[in-house]
Every structure is written in structure tokens, then in C-alpha cells.
T-cell receptor, first 118, second 115 residues
Framework: DAMVIQNPRYQVTQFGKPVTLSCSQT?????MYWYQQKSSQAPKLLFHYYDKDFNNEADTPDNFQSRRPNTSFCFLDIRSPGLGDAAMYLCATSRDRVGGGYSNQPQHFGDGTRLSIL | AQKVTQAQTEISVVEKEDVTLDCVYE???????LFWYKQPPSGELVFLIR??????QNEISGRYSWNFQKSTSSFNFTITASQVVDSAVYFC????????????FGGGTRLMVKP
């Protein structure tokens, strides 16, 4: 089945130690998103890629970076994780539509990576 | 600015009861899209439905139905004869081209269905 796969499912890192979360997709979608979701809250968009074009949300901390080496893969790098970065990180994909724009396209989410900071 | 409000933070029902999850939205755009997602305890968000702003037809899919009313800016979701497997957090979301194509989520409603 075509899907969005996130690895690992659970990640534990130390305060200040860089960590990378990965996401892959077999849907061949143009758009890939990274969300942060804290307990009992809605997902919060960090950034997204439209093909290779990177779009950062205004309030995403500089500590968070992303790479998309090809259509299938996208990585979230947290350079110096703090205790406040402990959360579930969700990757999602969507396709664009004929004529441009992708706001009407449903997003397909992975299972998420739950990040803990020691 | 866009906004989605899910006033019910938590609902608890007994199996086989019907339950309605409310969603009220705000947008200045005339063309927009509304979504419902389900997030079970396992964590992934599952897409349930999309509705275009120019299509107010209500929709039914099995035990699920959606009532879209532009006059009240609402997009409510009803589960008929609820089951334990329906227990999850449900998010209503809004997007539009003029708002950068991004989803604006409501705060979510946690539904607990007890046997």
C-alpha cells in the first residue's frame, strides 16, 4: 500500500544532542509537511516543501531545520533539542492539483515519531 | 486570519449512542475547504472527509455523516451508533489558497466511547 512512513516510532535524545527524524513516502506527492504536536494540542506546522521549494513558518524556531533530498524523503533536524521540544512529530504529504494550489488536497499523515528529551 | 473552533474538548458516550462533534470556522475567503481528521491513540491522523465551500450538500458514509452550513459557518460531524473503535481525537480543519494553502486546525475533540 502507498503510504507515509516515519522512522523511528520513538526517539530518545539528550538535551542539546542533535537528532534527525525521517519521513518517506510512496505516494509520489509534491508536497511534504512537518508538524509538531504536543499533548492535547492540535498539530502545529513547522515547515513544508513544495517539490524542492522550502517554506518555513514564521514562528518555527531556528533550531529546526529540514532537508528534502528527493521526492520520496524528507528529514527533520533538531540541532540542539531542549526540553520544550519533546513532542510528537508528524510528517504529511499531499499532491497539488491541476492549475496549481494544494489547499483542497487532503494531507496523508505518517504514524509520527514521539521524541523524548532526557 | 482563519480560525477553527471545536468547542467540545471532550465527549463521553456509551456504545450505540449517536454523537455530534461541532466545528465552527472563520475565514474571509469565498473559496475554502473543510476537513475532518481522526487521530486514534496510535497517533496517526486519518483523513475522513473534505468539503468545498461551494458544495453545501451533506454527506453520509456508513455511520458517519457531515452537516455543512455556510449560514452558520459550521461543519458538524455525527457518528451514528457509536462504537468503542470510534474513540479518538477528532480534528476539524480549514484551508484556502489565499491563506497559503495551509491547514488551520481546531483544538480537537476527544471522543470516548464506553462499552
Amino acid at each position: 500500500d502507498a503510504m507515509v512512513i516515519q522512522n523511528p516510532r520513538y526517539q530518545v535524545t539528550q538535551f542539546g544532542k542533535p537528532v534527525t527524524l525521517s519521513c518517506s513516502q510512496t505516494l509520489n506527492h509534491n508536497v511534504m509537511y512537518w508538524y509538531q504536536q504536543k499533548s492535547s494540542q492540535a498539530p502545529k506546522l513547522l515547515f513544508h516543501y513544495y517539490d524542492k521549494d522550502f517554506n518555513n513558518e514564521a514562528d518555527t524556531p531556528d533550531n529546526f531545520q529540514s532537508r528534502r533530498p528527493n521526492t520520496s524523503f524528507c528529514f527533520l533536524d533538531i540541532r540542539s533539542p531542549g526540553l520544550g521540544d519533546a513532542a510528537m512529530y508528524l510528517c504529511a504529504t499531499s499532491r497539488d492539483r491541476v492549475g496549481g494550489g494544494y489547499s483542497n488536497q487532503p494531507q496523508h499523515f505518517g504514524d509520527g515519531t514521539r521524541l523524548s528529551i532526557l | 486570519a482563519q480560525k477553527v473552533t471545536q468547542a467540545q474538548t471532550e465527549i463521553s458516550v456509551v456504545e450505540k449512542e449517536d454523537v455530534t462533534l461541532d466545528c465552527v470556522y472563520e475565514t474571509r475567503d469565498t473559496t475554502y475547504y473543510l476537513f475532518w481528521y481522526k487521530q486514534p491513540p496510535s497517533g496517526e491522523l486519518v483523513f475522513l472527509i473534505r468539503r468545498n465551500s461551494f458544495d453545501e450538500q451533506n454527506e453520509i458514509s456508513g455511520r458517519y455523516s457531515w452537516n455543512f452550513q455556510k449560514s452558520t459557518s459550521s461543519f458538524n460531524f455525527t457518528i451514528t451508533a457509536s462504537q468503542v473503535v470510534d474513540s479518538a481525537v477528532y480534528f476539524c480543519a480549514l484551508s484556502s489558497n489565499n491563506a497559503g494553502n495551509m491547514l488551520t486546525f481546531g483544538g480537537g475533540t476527544r471522543l470516548m466511547v464506553k462499552p
